[in-house]
């Protein structure tokens, strides 16, 4: 244990681009950063399925859900394997045996994978907005010109950019709380299935809030507010409603739901450091 | 002191096991309670985005593919899918898998407003005749039974646009389906004016449902009532757009004061107040 060195954002800003530099390197960022591109520029094949809504909705839809499956599971399979467990050959045990605090340690991970995510956001985002640009027709691009946040058929580039956004803050909180999953897990198995798990109960968590204010019985209730107060909402980030930032949807609620994210990812990162300084390794 | 193992175990239960988890229960229950005004205020915001629980339910009957357009994000091309089924369904006049089909667009994805709209349209207007054609068809049913079914269909198609209210609030077009419903099937004159007169107030209503408003006062014997209506809408009509029909809607207003014998100042002049 090196807790008694104090607290350095040095140390933290060399083990965050140590981080950095492994997870763009691993597996899990090209392929995952291929298949978002191939799905966003397949979807434009699939113009003629966009029965419901404009093309350009469409098209910001279905780039919207390649970075959302997409970067959850970069997320989850870049944080979970840097507490321990069995991967990465014990490479935990080297860094941990140099003068360094375990806080130390967590943070750096956290901010390594929380930037490798945010680079992965910003490549789908601008290709997104790239492909919505060449999809539309050029009067909409000469309205753009004078204001900004016209919409595309109900899409606006700001709103693209917001929702790309808001979707690193929510993968910022996924990863604290792989963090805080990887810090007790004894395998990387383990730790994958229960975030795997973990994030499908946040994207659900809204149907707890629903039972807790209008369950019938208090078992019910009693089980939709426990739910609904120890899991964030994924569902708040929202899955293609931010696209229409500036034509409906108000830049303020987007703000206050990055507070809300920014929030509760220090809350999960202090349990993440924590629950590692008390790991026996 | 004797050593226990069965305390033994308990303590180091209690370490490793039940205080670390109590400890991050707590401290999460905390944050989520202290997080919780912030999370209201965003979610009011966009609470009509997402199906409720129920609607959730019927779209996990369609496995995986439901769960990831939720979870995923593709709800556009899952609800696309959807509404592809429910228009083979349609063609096929299959009743009971156009119903599912409709719901299950309706779970996915409610925000397009052409899923709400045809979707009634197929309950109310296309599964009335299906069902009279599966007892015989018009000839064989008894006019009440015919009457009774279309009645039933008409129902339960503004029963399916009311639901689209949750998502979209007080949407003319929703407003004017319903009014057509009551007014074509139901015979509910004062039901449809109401729907007309509700959608025409909306910003974004088109034209027309301010005049059918006007005209179903009309039919209703409330002639005044509706020369005040259009009274007050010919001012706000744009005189360069045709939808807008003002010629027309004066020369209604003209033909009322001619029938209601209006006085000459009491007769709507055109740019005084």
């Known amino acids: 244990m090196n807790d008694s060195l104090p607290f350095s954002l040095g140390r933290v800003g060399v083990l965050a681009g140590n981080a950095f530099r492994e997870a763009v390197r691993h597996h899990v960022f090209r392929f995952m950063t291929l298949f978002a591109v191939a799905l966003i520029l397949g979807c434009l094949g699939l113009g003629e399925l966009n029965f419901g809504e ?36 014990r490479a935990v045990l080297t860094v941990l045996a140099k003068p ?12 390594g994978t929380w930037m490798v995510v945010l680079v992965f956001c910003a490549l789908v985002t601008a290709l997104l907005v790239g492909v919505l640009w060449t999809r539309t027709p050029a009067a909409s691009v000469e309205a753009m010109h004078e204001a900004p946040l016209v919409g595309l058929g109900g899409v606006s580039l700001a709103g693209v950019a917001v929702a790309g956004a808001l979707q690193a803050v929510k993968f910022g909180l996924l990863t604290a709380m792989v963090l805080l999953i990887a810090s007790f897990a004894q395998t990387n198995l383990f730790a994958l299935s229960v975030s795997a798990l973990v994030l499908v109960i946040c994207h659900l968590q809204y149907l707890a809030r629903d039972s807790w204010q209008a369950g019938q019985g208090w078992i019910e209730r009693l089980g939709g507010s ?20 500036g034509v409906g949807v108000s830049l303020v609620a987007a703000g206050r739901v990055a507070a809300y994210g920014l929030a509760y990812t220090a809350v999960f990162l202090v349990l993440a450091v924590w629950s590692f300084r008390r790991r026996e390794i | ?43 009011k915001a966009q609470e009509g985005w997402w199906p409720k629980e129920g609607a959730l339910g019927v779209a996990g009957a369609i496995g995986q593919g439901g769960a990831f357009a939720q979870l995923g994000g593709f709800r556009s091309l899952a609800a696309d899918l959807l509404w592809l089924q429910a228009n083979a369904c349609w063609e096929r006049r299959d009743l009971a898998g156009t119903k599912a089909a409709l719901v299950l667009v309706e779970a996915v994805d409610p925000r397009p407003m052409v899923f709400w709209l045809n979707g009634a349209r197929m309950i109310g207007y296309d599964m009335a005749v299906w069902r009279i054609e599966a007892q015989g068809g018009e000839e064989a049913v008894p006019a009440a039974v015919r009457r009774r079914l279309e009645v039933e269909q008409a129902l339960a198609a503004a029963a399916h646009l009311e639901r689209a209210f949750v998502h979209h609030p007080d949407h003319p077009l929703l407003h004017i389906e319903i009014a057509n419903l009551q007014l074509q099937r139901l015979g509910d004159l004062s039901a449809a004016a109401e729907h007309y007169r509700r959608a025409a107030v909306q910003p974004e209503a088109p034209f027309y449902a301010a005049r059918i408003y006007a005209e179903l006062l009309r039919r209703l014997g409330r002639e005044r009532e509706a020369h005040d209506w259009l009274v007050a809408l010919h001012p706000t009509l744009p005189p360069g757009n045709p939808y807008a029909m003002a010629d027309t809607v004066l020369a209604r207003i003209r033909e009322m004061e001619a029938r209601l014998d209006l006085p000459p100042s009491s007769r709507y002049a055109p740019g005084r107040d």
Request: proline residues 5%; negative net charge.
């Open chain 1, 100 to 111: 360094l605090r375990r806080s130390e340690y967590v943070c750096g991970r956290f901010l």
């Open chain 2, 1 to 43: 002191m004797p050593h226990d193992p069965t305390v033994t175990l308990l303590l180091v239960l209690w370490s490793r096991m039940v205080r670390p988890a109590a400890v991050v229960g707590i401290t999460l229950v905390a944050a989520g309670w202290a997080l919780r005004p912030l999370e209201v205020a965003a979610w």
């Open chain 1, 54 to 89: 404009s093309e350009a909705k469409f098209i910001a839809d279905f780039g919207q859900g390649a970075l959302v499956l997409f970067g959850s599971i970069l997320t989850i399979g870049t944080a979970v394997q840097w507490l321990g467990g069995d991967g990465e050959p």
């Open chain 1, 226 to 245: 426990l739910v609904g107060l120890v899991f964030p909402n994924f569902q708040l980030f929202g899955g293609g409603e931010w696209l229409e930032v």
